[in-house]
């Protein structure tokens, strides 16, 4: 079955506390981004990623951290979080690289992080 | 920088009423657009998607049509299910610029059925 998926789904922590969200695709997808979404704020990009290796800052990137060392795989790093980085936080991935806008993004089911 | 608006929600219905839930656009090249759904406790998913102008994109019952020249894509249902309950986000992504297809979202509008 085609997918994403996101672990862990929950997690609460205390501020400063390293964490580290995974991410894996199996539709061989060239980009893969993040997400936080906020009431009343909808979905904002944190970071995305054209290919393996190439990574770049969406709208609202302080304070995360991404890699792309295979294809399949785009872990969210949070090195210090804190309380206003509690969020519901998303996984998408695309077929296309640069000229995708047509294509559909597949989310992953979410992780609901609270930081204390 | 490209932005969506949807119309302010919660939305309550019943059961087999008609659904409008208002999209507009601001987008600095040519943008393609989606409406995707939120079910309690799942991820995002594709609902529907329109990548020109004056096309219409439709799924289970739902339909959505590209209007250029009101920059709206505004999402309707004729007869509206409890199942439909969620929460429904209008985003856009542009293909100008540099945003490598990014999309950009609405706030979300909650949808709520009963029956």
């Known amino acids: 079955e085609a997918q994403v998926t996101q672990n862990p789904r929950y997690l609460i922590t205390v501020t400063g506390k390293k964490l580290t969200v995974t991410c894996s695709q199996n539709m061989n997808h060239e980009y893969m981004s993040w997400y936080r979404q906020d009431p009343g704020l909808g979905l904002r990009q944190i970071y995305y990623?054209?290919?393996?290796?190439?990574?770049d800052k969406g709208d609202v990137p302080e304070g995360y951290k991404v890699s792309r060392k295979e294809k399949r795989n785009f872990p969210l790093i949070l090195e210090s979080p804190s309380p206003n980085q509690t969020s519901l936080y998303f996984c998408a991935s695309r077929q296309g690289a640069s000229g995708g806008a047509t294509d559909t993004q597949y989310f992953g089911p979410g992780t609901r992080l609270t930081v204390l | 920088g490209d932005s969506v608006t949807q119309m302010e929600g919660p939305v309550t219905l019943s059961e087999e009423a008609f659904l409008t839930i208002n999209c507009t656009y601001t987008a600095t090249g040519y943008p393609s657009l989606f409406w995707y759904v939120q079910y309690p406790g799942e991820g995002l998913q594709l609902l529907l998607k329109?990548?020109?102008?004056?096309d219409k994109g439709s799924n289970k019952g739902f339909e959505a049509t590209y209007r250029k020249e009101t920059t709206s894509f505004h999402l309707e249902k004729g007869s509206v299910q409890v199942s439909d309950s969620a929460v429904y986000f209008c985003?856009?992504?542009?293909?100008?610029?540099?945003?490598?297809?990014?999309?950009?979202f609405g706030q979300g509008t909650i949808l709520t059925v009963h029956p």
């Open positions: 329109a990548t020109k102008a004056d």
């Open positions: 985003a856009l992504s542009d293909r100008g610029g540099t945003s490598y297809g990014k999309l950009t």
């Open positions: 990623s054209m290919n393996v290796e190439v990574t």
